[in-house]
């Protein structure tokens, strides 16, 4: 059976606008650096001006209305242009922008008409660039006990605390953020987001020092920080979704993030790259893809990569067609992850030691399969670790707890 996508006469010449269109403007020089850190700032300049040049054409978020300044395309458009920016090495959007997509999704449900019209425009034109703030020190898996406050007083919340792993190099114009407003109050009863412009007063983040943070699905975040807030004033037109309704609307948010906004339906470049090393190293003068055991591994490689494939594939289709997803998400999610550890000990079992160096000569790729190493143990985490995609699938299949509602308040 094909399970692949097709596209119309319309969609393919579609396709073809596309590929002429980003011939003519995809930035001279723009970088895709093995490791994340070393995104220079020239570099992710021009992610953002690519940002604009795709915004201008209604490309950056192609599938949000044109009034708020998305491109009003289908699902299988989106796919084109991520598509065609693959070729690039780019992604949509060019630079990382979690807090953008995820912000832009809960506004659309849960923002007032008002808030729609403002804050939309800003993220969907790729005039700002936001981080998605949710994990504390005693507030990871556990998101329900987040400590950083956010106290109402006249016309501002008064925001005190601490985010952790959060954010990328070269810094955010806003952050998407949750704050827990009613501190005495009922767990899950008690939390709220809100857009924070990242130069009020009283906001200073330092870098992390991990293993590796910021492939993040190829946006290069670069690193990650800690964000301190003390006596941060935001404007209460900043709140969304309601005051103490800061659960209802992370549904939402956590909906998209496990498993909605994964690249996994392009090529996988892990597989590439290590299919490339296997041609090019050599094993007593034969190169090591023409060694049996070698194809063995590789192949377990490949299935393991199809397989994430066609969990995305399904997603996609259910929303192409407009259906409900449910554990489908945190599935495909909770394969990629697994996957992707699978496949760097795969990847160590063919190339030995050369998997693990960074080193000018000697690593293969240019140093793309030694980040894959680090990378795939840190992939564990982000977006909600293994366990807790397991847990989600299993509330959606009604198993256990009772089964978690829909993000969506439609
Ligand atoms: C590279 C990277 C990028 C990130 N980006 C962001 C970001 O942009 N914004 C943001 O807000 N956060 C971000 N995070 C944080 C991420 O969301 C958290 O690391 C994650 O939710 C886990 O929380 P924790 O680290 O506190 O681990 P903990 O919650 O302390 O978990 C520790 C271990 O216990 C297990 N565990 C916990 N609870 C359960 C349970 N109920 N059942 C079974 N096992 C359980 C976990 O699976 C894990 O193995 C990022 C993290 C990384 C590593």
């Known amino acids: 059976m094909n399970f692949e996508i097709t596209f ?26 093995a490791d994340p850190a070393n995104l220079t700032r020239g570099g992710y300049e021009k992610q953002r001006e690519l940002g604009h040049r795709l915004a201008l054409e209604g490309w950056l978020y192609p599938t949000y209305p044109k009034e708020f300044g998305g491109g009003g395309l289908s699902p299988n458009e989106a796919l084109i242009i991520e598509m065609e920016l693959e070729k690039y090495d780019q992604i949509l959007p060019p630079y990382y922008d979690s807090g953008g997509k995820l ?19 800003q993220i969907l034109k790729g005039e700002v660039r936001t981080w998605q703030l949710l994990t504390e020190p005693e507030a990871g898996s556990d998101l329900a006990n987040i400590q950083t406050t956010a106290i109402k007083n006249g016309n501002k919340y008064t925001v005190n605390g601490q985010k952790i792993y959060v954010g990328s190099s070269h810094g955010a114009e806003w952050s998407w953020m949750l704050a827990n407003t009613d501190p005495g109050g009922k767990r899950h009863g008690n939390l709220s987001w809100f857009i924070v412009p990242m130069d009020l007063p009283g906001i200073t983040w330092a870098p992390m020092d991990l293993i590796f943070a910021g492939n993040e699905n190829g946006a290069l975040s670069g690193f990650k920080n800690t964000v301190y807030f003390a006596d941060v004033q935001i404007p209460t037109e900043n709140l969304i ?9 992370a549904d939402t948010h956590l909906e998209i993030e496990h ?27 034969n190169p ?7 194809q063995e591994i590789l192949a377990e490689l490949y299935i393991d990569s199809e397989v994430t494939r066609l969990f995305h594939i399904r997603i996609h289709w259910l929303r192409s067609s407009g259906q409900k997803i449910s554990y489908q998400g945190p599935q495909a999610y909770l394969q990629m992850k697994r996957q992707a550890l699978r496949a760097a000990k795969h990847t160590q079992d063919i190339l030995g030691p050369y998997a693990l160096v960074m080193d000018d000569k000697l690593s293969p790729e240019d140093g793309f399969i ?9 992939a564990q985490h982000p977006g909600g ?26």
């Open 103 to 121: 912000a832009a999704a809960s506004i659309m449900v849960w923002g007032t008409q008002e808030q729609k019209s403002i804050f939309l425009p």
């Open 8 to 33: 119309t006469p319309e969609q393919q010449e579609f396709q073809i606008r596309v590929r002429d269109w980003l011939k003519r403007n995809m930035p001279k020089g723009i970088e895709h650096p």
């Open 288 to 294: 090591l893809i023409a060694d049996p055991s070698i």
């Open 370 to 378: 030694e980040v894959q190493q680090r990378g795939s143990i840190v």
């Open 259 to 285: 498993g909605l906004m994964q690249g996994s339906l392009l090529g996988d470049h892990n597989l590439r790259r290590t299919l490339n090393a296997c041609r090019k190293l050599k094993k007593r003068g």
């Open 385 to 410: 670790t293994v366990e807790i995609q397991k847990l989600i699938m299993s509330r959606k299949l009604g198993l256990g707890k009772p089964s978690m509602k829909y993000g969506s308040k439609h």
């Open 241 to 249: 979704g309601g005051e103490n309704n800061g659960w209802q609307v």
